[in-house]
């Protein structure tokens, strides 16, 4: 079984430096037929002015991604880490008992462009933490490369949940196929390009749930960025 998450049916934050769409319920954004699927339960598709973005802020409990598409974001956090997160680049900020950070777009022209994902922890009040790394993906083109997963040392960054994030960017015409376990399900997010999955033609910023299924092939129409999660 497929269920499409369309782009234009997403929940909508416009400010006057944000466009923020929410594929599941968000903030002022409430949508009882999309509070989440499975231990995935948010996907914000954020698009940040330059020299502009969120100040210091507090999480606890989640297990944050987030995901640069285009662009760079600068983060800083209580924890004294400070970094900037580029193009390719993906981080895991684990919230757990509680931690502060802030987001923000350094350049003077160019907006940033990027995936921000919270997945539920197996666990209350981990000790935060965070990490980050490059997934290289022009050196991984037209495959899809596992960039998180539960089991530290599997993939470059580790979750506190039954989840693997399987990252890749791809040229027109390829086709992809990836297995499902036994009773697993699976989430795919167009992040860019043209994707078709059993019949359905996805587009940037579409979704699609997949559940009783041992398998998913798709095949890209443009050059395409795709993010799969794999959840029990």
Known sequence: ?????WATERGITHLDWLKSYHSFSFGDYYDQNHMGFRSLRVINED???????????????MEIITYVLAGALEHKD???????IRSGDMQRMTAGSGIT????NPSKEEQVHFLQIWI???EKNLAPSYEQ??????KQMNNLSLAVAPTRGEAPLSIHQDARIYVGKFMPHQKIKHQIGPGRNAWLQVGEGAVRTN??????????AISGQTEIEFETDAISQILLFDLL
Do not use: C, W, Y
């Open 101 to 104: 950070h802030s987001e923000f």
């Open 78 to 84: 209580s924890l004294g880490n400070g970094s900037v």
């Open 199 to 208: 019949g359905h033609a996805l587009m940037s910023g579409d979704g699609a």
């Open 133 to 138: 790394k490059s997934l290289e993906l022009p």
């Open 47 to 61: 698009r940040v002015t330059a020299g502009s973005g969120f100040p210091f802020h507090s999480h606890k409990d």
């Open 120 to 122: 539920i922890p197996n």
């Open 1 to 5: 079984m497929i269920e499409v998450r």
